[in-house]
């Protein structure tokens, strides 16, 4: 597709792109936090407000691993709740409700220690990223479903992955404004704080954008609302709701939901376990968000500046300034992937590759890490090594940056997705605890193996998304079932690169195969549907769905 043909289509989709990006500010705030606390620990003027330059080294990098992964302990909770209170109340309404708790977290964090001792203050810092990050937890977890349910299945992988895109958009601000108030602002309370108090902004602008955008078409399938879903559908698609489109595709929304509406999240739990197909459908989720986290991405985010002044950028300014330009190469290399990739090339590609080209650069900085003792002057594998740090961030954005959340949002079945994903971006935050728990001890300790195991786990992830992954782009939602039904292996590697020579004759179905097979006779006629708002009508097959 040409430039001025994407430009076209973004102007067809408009009121689904803005959908999109209304709700992929939360991502913002999102990753603001992440890249902010990395540097704020690292001001002199922080440390001294909060008593920890008087601390020995351990209690050093136990502190850092602290103030960082409590955030993550609420974004844990958080994103569990996502679960039961999405399916009760609605997408949209949680999603405000995200923004205001984050908020509220915020501002208690540019507050805290203001006319307190040392001790009350660090109680109230903890306490308060624990309340941000619940918001962090709702958004991350409701974002990837909310939009997925919403937009066409044509943008859906591009309105998807704009959720990173964001994040690295907060990532890069944060790292910014680090890197100013460590040049710019003399080193008091303000210093630390300021960037604490800018953070609220995005929380702001995400509030405002989400009052004006429309619930999710599938939630509200759900609750028997069809007239409202088929406005919803008509809206994102730039066409009216009696448009043959927009009533297929509520019909085949109405099918997957027929007898699965409003179950219990034990019934849903029990539903995730069904048949294989059906597990291995709801595990993916989960599973692409734990190896998100083994890529190590956060431990860069988190810590960057550390690690930078490890291979060798000396000086607080100096290891700010090189971690602010991580933040823009990972920007404009995920703006260019969504733009020109991740619909062209498909999900399992990009997965692939982007996995092979981070386990590569972890490998070169662990073993560059092993042979260059700590405290020797910059040598040009020096500059190698930091050019590979930003490789990294490219391959990232490539494939395990985006994509998961992707693969997240439109793998598992509408009436399970908000429950699977919920479990999902909980365990993605357990391990991000995790990780940045055990980090910045991991570097004390045996600074060159963290990046040695980093490297390991992207090349597992690679070969897993090249045997086991079957590409979902293109297909509707309530399509994607078909993928998983035989031969899931089978299937994963015919789509892979060269995949076809180690299938050899063994064949699987198409998804139109497939579809044909199943297709009910009676739906080629126009009839009425009997539902509780008044209905509509069946259109013929042979019309795409949205």
């Not at 940045?436 to 990046?451: D, E």
Request: net charge positive; glycine share 10%.
């Amino acid at each position: 597709m040409t430039f001025k043909a994407e430009l076209q289509e973004i102007s067809r989709y408009r009121n689904a792109y803005i959908l999109a990006l209304s709700a992929a500010m939360g991502s913002i705030f999102y990753g603001w936090d992440i890249g902010l606390i990395g540097g704020v620990i690292t001001l002199t003027s922080f440390e001294k407000s909060f008593g920890v330059d008087k601390l020995s080294a351990p209690a050093h990098n136990n502190f850092n691993g602290n103030i960082v992964s409590i955030l993550q302990g609420g974004s844990f909770f958080g994103a569990l709740s996502m679960g039961y209170f999405s399916g009760k109340f609605g997408r949209k309404p949680c999603l405000i409700a995200s923004a205001v708790i984050y908020i509220i977290g915020s501002v208690i964090q540019s507050i805290a220690g203001l006319g307190s001792s040392v001790a009350t203050g660090l109680s109230v810092l903890y306490f308060s990223r624990f309340v941000g990050g619940i918001g962090v937890g709702m958004v991350s977890a409701l974002v990837p479903s909310y939009v997925s349910e919403s937009v066409p299945r044509k943008i859906r992988g591009r309105c998807t992955g704009m959720i990173q895109f964001a994040n690295n958009i907060g990532i890069m601000l944060s790292f910014w404004v680090n890197y100013s108030a460590s040049l710019n602002i003399a080193p008091t309370d303000m210093q630390w704080r300021i960037p604490f108090i800018v953070q609220i902004v995005p929380g702001f602008i995400f509030l405002i954008a989400m009052l004006f955008q429309p619930e999710s078409p599938r939630w509200l399938v759900e609750k028997g609302k069809y007239n409202q879903a088929a406005l919803n559908l008509a809206y994102v698609a730039r066409t009216t709701p009696d448009n043959p489109a927009v009533l297929v595709t509520l019909e085949e929304i109405k099918e997957e939901f027929e007898g699965k509406d409003s179950l219990s999240l034990w019934e849903q739990f029990k539903g995730m376990g069904e048949s294989r197909a059906m597990a291995y459908r709801c595990l993916i989720p989960s599973l692409v968000m734990f190896f998100q986290q083994w890529t190590g991405t956060n431990a860069i985010n988190y810590f960057s500046p550390q690690i930078f002044t490890g291979l060798g950028i000396t000086g607080q300014s100096s290891s700010l300034l090189a971690t602010g330009v991580y933040g823009v190469v990972k920007v404009v290399s995920v703006g260019l992937i969504l733009m020109f990739a991740v619909e062209k090339f498909g999900r399992k590609n990009c997965l692939i590759v982007g996995g092979i080209g981070q386990g590569l650069t972890m490998l070169w900085i662990g073993g560059y890490s092993a042979i260059r003792p700590s405290g020797s002057p910059i040598v040009p594998a020096s500059y190698v090594s930091l050019v590979a740090v930003y490789l990294y961030a490219v391959f990232y954005c490539v494939g395990w940056g985006p994509v998961p959340w992707v693969c997240a949002g439109e793998v598992a079945p509408n009436h399970l997705r908000t429950f699977s994903l919920s479990l999902a971006v909980g365990i993605n935050w357990l391990f991000s605890f995790t990780i940045s728990k055990i980090t910045p001890i991991m570097l004390a300790n045996i600074t060159y193996g963290t990046f040695l195991i980093f490297g390991l786990m992207c090349m597992i992830m690679a070969v897993w998304a090249y045997v086991a992954y079957p590409e979902t782009s293109g297909y509707a939602l309530e399509d994607i079932h078909y993928l998983f039904e035989n031969d899931v292996i089978v299937r994963a590697l015919k789509d892979a690169p060269l995949g076809r020579i180690f299938v050899g004759k063994r064949h699987v179905l198409s998804v139109e195969e497939l579809r044909k097979r199943d297709m009910d006779v009676d739906r080629k006629s126009v009839k009425e549907d009997d539902s509780k708002d008044g209905g509509v009508p069946i259109m013929a097959d042979g019309v795409a769905p949205i």
